[in-house]
């Protein structure tokens, strides 16, 4: 009997199955305000109109504005002689010390504002003070502005308008009885602009006696106050060991000789000062806060 093999029957194996391929995770999207806007743009536009709200980016702008229009309204000028505004007068800013003279002609100064004045560095470090005049004639502000000057920290001097026609010694001794200096205050200056009726020789004369009077009594050599024209005319080479005080207005520069002594220059004699009802006398000292030191009552 003959027997057919019988095919073992094949087995299939299950299907493999597939995995699905992995998803990358997007990455998560930047939160949005309500308006639709980023937070950080938010954020940096909240701080912009925080700047600009600001009252000191409005002081900046302006500073800057008023600086930029004076350079351009000063164009051409000397580099060195720019006009600042709060002080209504062009300044020599190769100085870093500057100053006023006032009288009874300012009227009643608030000598708070003065000294609280500022323009780009500008302020006010000195104020010489008239006093006396002649042999009677004492300035009706001297004292009030003595006194309140010095309380604000400002560096004080005193002077005396010399009158040639009248006895010298008489004018130093009234000169000495109405100003009591101290240390730390400003030579004292005699004014002297005009020969009332006297010749060149007889006032030189009477201002050497004035000068030596009051440089005897004191132990200062005292300063003198000249416009540059008087000063040329009648003083230049007579008075060569003092130091000198001159008045020479609107000008870049004080046009005197190099070997000219002089410690003060008064540019100006329009100046607007804060807390004064008029205009004012300017003055620049010509060194340093070193020099100027030394220069004081000891």
């Given at each position: ?27 998560p ?9 980023p ?9 912009i109109?925080?700047?600009?709200l ?5 002081g ?29 007068i ?17 009227g ?15 302020h ?17 502000y ?12 400002l ?11 009248l ?15 101290e ?26 006696s ?89």
């Amino acid at each position: 009997m003959y027997f057919y093999p019988v095919a073992t029957p094949i087995k299939k194996k299950a299907p493999v199955k597939r995995s699905s391929p992995v998803k990358k995770a997007n990455p998560p999207k930047k939160r949005k305000s309500s308006s639709g806007l980023p937070i950080q743009v938010k954020f940096v536009i909240a701080i912009i109109i925080l700047v600009l709200l600001s009252p000191f980016y409005y002081g900046y702008v302006i500073k800057s504005f008023s600086s930029g229009w004076r350079w351009v309204r000063d164009f051409g000028k000397d580099q060195h002689y720019h006009t600042y505004a709060s002080y209504n007068i062009p300044i020599p800013d190769q100085y870093s010390i500057h100053g006023i003279d006032v009288s009874s002609y300012q009227g009643k100064i608030d000598w708070q504002k003065v000294k609280n004045m500022e323009e780009d560095d500008v302020h006010i470090s000195f104020a010489y003070i008239k006093a006396t005049e002649g042999i009677l004639q004492v300035d009706p502000y001297f004292q009030r502005n003595w006194r309140e000057a010095a309380k604000q920290g400002l560096v004080c001097g005193a002077y005396h308008y010399f009158r040639p026609k009248l006895n010298s010694k008489l004018q130093a001794y009234f000169f000495l009885q109405t100003v009591n200096i101290e240390k730390g205050d400003l030579p004292m200056v005699v004014d002297i602009e005009r020969l009332d009726g006297v010749t060149p020789a007889k006032m030189r004369e009477e201002l050497q006696s004035f000068l030596s009077e009051i440089e005897a009594r004191t132990g200062s050599k005292p300063i003198i106050y000249s416009g540059l024209k008087f000063y040329e005319d009648n003083l230049q080479g007579h008075f060569d060991s003092y130091s000198l005080w001159i008045a020479h207005y609107y000008h870049p520069e004080l046009d005197t000789s190099k070997t000219t002594s002089w410690k003060f220059w008064q540019h100006s004699d329009k100046a607007k000062v804060n807390g004064i009802n008029h205009v004012v006398d300017f003055d620049v000292f010509s060194g340093d806060s070193v020099a100027f030191k030394k220069m004081l009552i000891q």
